[in-house]
């Protein structure tokens, strides 16, 4: 079963690598994937060629001019029998008289009076620049495209027409509708009407697009039809909520979109501004009810880069991020791909991104596993195919135990939360040996005892002269260690000549309970346990600086740590931060002594001043 949906994702892959599903109408995106429209250059070619045959019509249709009867043109005869219904001076009565008589028109009539209103007018005139540019009005009239536009005019007009006068009737009215005008043109212009088309439902929707202000949806390509795929939050096409889900796109501004690749729409709709038109066939979809989402945040536990997600809908949307990132996430209406902004960029970045949603990322990230751990296990026959039948044994044991893949970390839900005053978070200093997190443990101990402290341990081992139960140690008995150890009471232990050490909860808890910030230097192993115990730890990563600076500052301890040991303190930081980066709040590089313990104490102060992300489970 994993194996056949692997093979879908790699075919969806090589698929969508060649020609993404959905693309961005007006995000900028590489210029090698637009496709060109050699619109441009054919539309010049054509007028060129109506130039030229104007020219040898010109003496022909001179002789004929006469010919033409004004009166042939209802509306003309319209226009005749009401004088005082004109352009320049028309009457509320005898416009809307007039209006509904050039209305109950047919359209395909009222084009062809139009067109011969036009070849009147053509020969009205003398100038030859002026009949050419009305010979250019006639070839765009003549067109089926045209014919079909003005068909849609006519439908909406007409019932526009029957609605309300056009102009006030009374002074009052005058003023409320000057009004009402100055408030429409402060906001951006988001239309719409619905009518009928060639026998389709038809929707007319007219956006403002800003330069700085991206539309905000995707489209794709089915057959012939371009169908808006997905609305981005933070768009212009979200906030008029006139744009759906599956709507056809038939026109934009009066240029046919159906049979166009996606590339062309995106690169057609770039070099549009200002008011956009769109001729649209609804979505058959039903429509959900709209309801006002909340915002998730949630701390990412992977890098994400979409360039490299051969996966994601539409690359130009894609979010990036890394590892320990916060992402406000407000839209999960697409279950694979969420819609999030990245913490901090809200104001940079007018449109959310996309990034995978938790259970297809946690998918993915099984097969992945999965595909390594049946390499590792080949690379394991092969190796111990020679061996022994008991080492044998023991090996495949082990493989086996590798593939639970139940707690694989995506995504951690998130909220705010600021300390009080009297119950300090505990400051865990995690880091390899020789890192540097036990000196500026003890630098701040020294310098401020009444602030900090440590959780006094527990063991197993006798008591000594000089020490006092509860002060050094914790003195218990084995048998209660190992009851308490196995209750889970204990953030780490271990084993020391015979004796058994541990630090526990409760004692932590007795520090935080006493107004001080108790100070831990952690096992990378022991952060699970702490983040379960409902004690909020702030967790601070100290890592190694480069190996050269790292002989350094160990030579001022006194410490001729060899070549070997260097390399092995940096190579289990790298592996410390792989796995369990996702747990650290913070982290300081040791490059220095003094500039590390005083960013230490920046992030330690600031615990008090401002709140912080922790995750959400922490504050029920």
Same mark, same amino acid.
């Given at each position: 079963?994993?194996?056949?949906?692997?093979?879908?994702?790699?075919?969806?892959?090589?698929?969508?690598?060649?020609?993404?599903?959905?693309?961005?109408?007006?995000?900028?995106?590489?210029?090698?994937?637009?496709?060109?429209?050699?619109?441009?250059?054919?539309?010049?070619?054509?007028?060129?060629?109506?130039?030229?045959?104007?020219?040898?019509?010109?003496?022909?249709?001179?002789?004929?001019?006469?010919?033409?009867?004004?009166?042939?043109?209802?509306?003309?005869?319209?226009?005749?029998?009401?004088?005082?219904?004109?352009?320049?001076?028309?009457?509320?009565?005898?416009?809307?008289?007039?209006?509904?008589?050039?209305?109950?028109?047919?359209?395909?009539?009222?084009?062809?009076?139009?067109?011969?209103?036009?070849?009147?007018?053509?020969?009205?005139?003398?100038?030859?620049?002026?009949?050419?540019?009305?010979?250019?009005?006639?070839?765009?009239?003549?067109?089926?495209?045209?014919?079909?536009?003005?068909?849609?005019?006519?439908?909406?007009?007409?019932?526009?027409?029957?609605?309300?006068?056009?102009?006030?009737?009374?002074?009052?009215?005058?003023?409320?509708?000057?009004?009402?005008?100055?408030?429409?043109? @402060?906001? $951006? !212009?988001? /239309?719409?009407?619905?009518?009928?088309?060639? &026998?389709?439902? =038809?929707?007319? +929707?007219?956006?403002?697009?800003?330069?700085?202000?991206?539309?905000?949806?995707?489209?794709?390509?089915?057959?012939?039809?371009?169908?808006?795929?997905?609305?981005?939050?933070?768009?212009?096409?979200?906030?008029?909520?006139?744009?759906?889900? @599956?709507? $056809? !796109?038939? /026109?934009?501004?009066?240029?046919?979109?159906? &049979?166009?690749? =996606?590339?062309? +729409?995106?690169?057609?709709?770039?070099?549009?501004?200002?008011?956009?038109?769109?001729?649209?066939?609804?979505?058959?979809?039903?429509?959900?009810?709209?309801?006002?989402?909340?915002?998730?945040?949630?701390?990412?536990?992977?890098?994400?880069?979409?360039?490299?997600?051969?996966?994601?809908?539409?690359?130009?949307?894609?979010?990036?991020?890394?590892?320990?990132?916060?992402?406000?996430?407000?839209?999960?209406?697409?279950?694979?791909?969420?819609?999030?902004?990245?913490?901090?960029?809200?104001?940079?970045?007018?449109?959310?991104?996309?990034?995978?949603?938790?259970?297809?990322?946690?998918?993915?990230?099984?097969?992945?596993?999965?595909?390594?751990?049946?390499?590792?296990?080949?690379?394991?026959?092969?190796?111990?195919?020679?061996?022994?039948?008991?080492?044998?044994?023991?090996?495949?044991?082990?493989?086996?135990?590798?593939?639970?893949?139940?707690?694989?970390?995506?995504?951690?839900?998130?909220?705010?939360?600021?300390?009080?005053?009297?119950?300090?978070?505990?400051?865990?200093?995690?880091?390899?040996?020789?890192?540097?997190?036990?000196?500026?443990?003890?630098?701040?101990?020294?310098?401020?005892?009444?602030?900090?402290?440590?959780?006094?341990?527990?063991?197993?081992?006798?008591?000594?002269?000089?020490?006092?139960?509860?002060?050094?140690?914790?003195?218990?008995?084995?048998?209660?260690?190992?009851?308490?150890?196995?209750?889970?009471?204990?953030?780490?232990?271990?084993?020391?000549?015979?004796?058994?050490?541990?630090?526990?909860?409760?004692?932590?808890?007795?520090?935080?309970?006493?107004?001080?910030?108790?100070?831990?230097?952690?096992?990378?192993?022991?952060?699970?346990?702490?983040?379960?115990?409902?004690?909020?730890?702030?967790?601070?990563?100290?890592?190694?600086?480069?190996?050269?600076?790292?002989?350094?500052?160990?030579?001022?301890?006194?410490?001729?740590?060899?070549?070997?040991?260097?390399?092995?303190?940096?190579?289990?930081?790298?592996?410390?931060?792989?796995?369990?980066?996702?747990?650290?709040?913070?982290?300081?590089?040791?490059?220095?002594?003094?500039?590390?313990?005083?960013?230490?104490?920046?992030?330690?102060?600031?615990?008090?001043?401002?709140?912080?992300?922790?995750?959400?489970?922490?504050?029920?």
């Amino acid at each position: 079963m994993i194996t056949s949906h692997m093979n879908g994702y790699v075919q969806e892959a090589s698929g969508q690598a060649k020609n993404h599903r959905e693309r961005a109408v007006d995000c900028p995106g590489e210029e090698s994937s637009i496709v060109k429209s050699p619109r441009s250059s054919a539309h010049m070619e054509r007028i060129q060629h109506y130039q030229e045959e104007l020219r040898k019509r010109r003496e022909e249709e001179s002789r004929g001019k006469h010919d033409i009867d004004p009166n042939a043109s209802l509306r003309l005869k319209k226009l005749a029998q009401n004088p005082k219904v004109g352009i320049d001076n028309p009457t509320f009565e005898g416009k809307e008289k007039a209006t509904k008589e050039i209305c109950s028109l047919d359209p395909l009539a009222e084009v062809a009076e139009l067109l011969q209103a036009l070849k009147w007018a053509q020969h009205c005139l003398h100038d030859t620049q002026s009949q050419q540019d009305v010979e250019l009005v006639m070839q765009l009239v003549a067109k089926e495209d045209f014919r079909n536009a003005f068909a849609i005019y006519s439908a909406v007009s007409q019932q526009m027409a029957m609605v309300s006068p056009t102009s006030p009737l009374t002074a009052q009215a005058e003023d409320l509708c000057m009004e009402a005008h100055d408030t429409v043109a @402060g906001h $951006e !212009i988001a /239309e719409e009407s619905v009518s009928q088309y060639l &026998g389709e439902t =038809v929707k007319l +929707v007219r956006l403002q697009k800003a330069r700085d202000t991206p539309l905000g949806a995707t489209v794709r390509n089915d057959m012939d039809s371009v169908l808006v795929s997905r609305v981005v939050k933070g768009g212009a096409a979200e906030k008029s909520g006139l744009l759906s889900e @599956g709507d $056809e !796109i038939l /026109e934009i501004n009066g240029i046919s979109i159906r &049979g166009k690749h =996606v590339n062309e +729409v995106h690169d057609l709709l770039q070099q549009m501004q200002g008011t956009l038109t769109f001729l649209l066939i609804p979505s058959s979809q039903i429509k959900p009810a709209a309801h006002r989402q909340t915002v998730m945040h949630v701390r990412a536990y992977f890098d994400y880069d979409p360039s490299d997600d051969p996966f994601v809908p539409c690359r130009e949307l894609g979010l990036s991020f890394q590892k320990g990132d916060i992402l406000h996430v407000i839209s999960q209406d697409d279950p694979n791909w969420w819609q999030a902004y990245r913490d901090g960029d809200e104001d940079n970045q007018p449109l959310a991104g996309l990034i995978p949603g938790k259970s297809f990322q946690q998918h993915r990230e099984t097969l992945k596993r999965t595909i390594t751990d049946r390499s590792r296990e080949q690379q394991g026959k092969i190796w111990y195919a020679k061996k022994g039948r008991k080492q044998r044994k023991k090996t495949v044991t082990t493989l086996n135990r590798n593939t639970d893949f139940d707690d694989i970390p995506t995504y951690e839900e998130m909220s705010l939360y600021h300390q009080p005053a009297n119950r300090k978070r505990p400051i865990a200093l995690i880091g390899p040996t020789n890192s540097g997190h036990d000196e500026l443990r003890r630098r701040l101990l020294s310098i401020e005892p009444e602030k900090f402290a440590v959780a006094v341990p527990y063991t197993t081992r006798n008591i000594r002269i000089h020490e006092r139960n509860g002060r050094e140690y914790h003195f218990v008995s084995r048998p209660a260690f190992e009851t308490d150890l196995a209750a889970g009471k204990f953030i780490e232990s271990g084993e020391f000549g015979k004796n058994l050490y541990g630090t526990s909860t409760d004692s932590v808890r007795h520090v935080v309970n006493s107004g001080r910030i108790c100070l831990l230097c952690l096992h990378t192993r022991s952060l699970q346990i702490l983040r379960t115990s409902n004690l909020k730890p702030y967790v601070i990563f100290i890592a190694p600086p480069s190996q050269e600076r790292l002989r350094t500052l160990l030579a001022t301890e006194g410490k001729t740590p060899k070549p070997e040991d260097l390399k092995e303190i940096i190579e289990k930081a790298r592996e410390m931060e792989h796995d369990f980066g996702h747990f650290f709040d913070a982290t300081i590089v040791n490059m220095d002594p003094d500039p590390a313990f005083y960013e230490l104490r920046r992030l330690i102060d600031k615990l008090d001043t401002e709140p912080q992300w922790v995750p959400t489970s922490w504050l029920c």
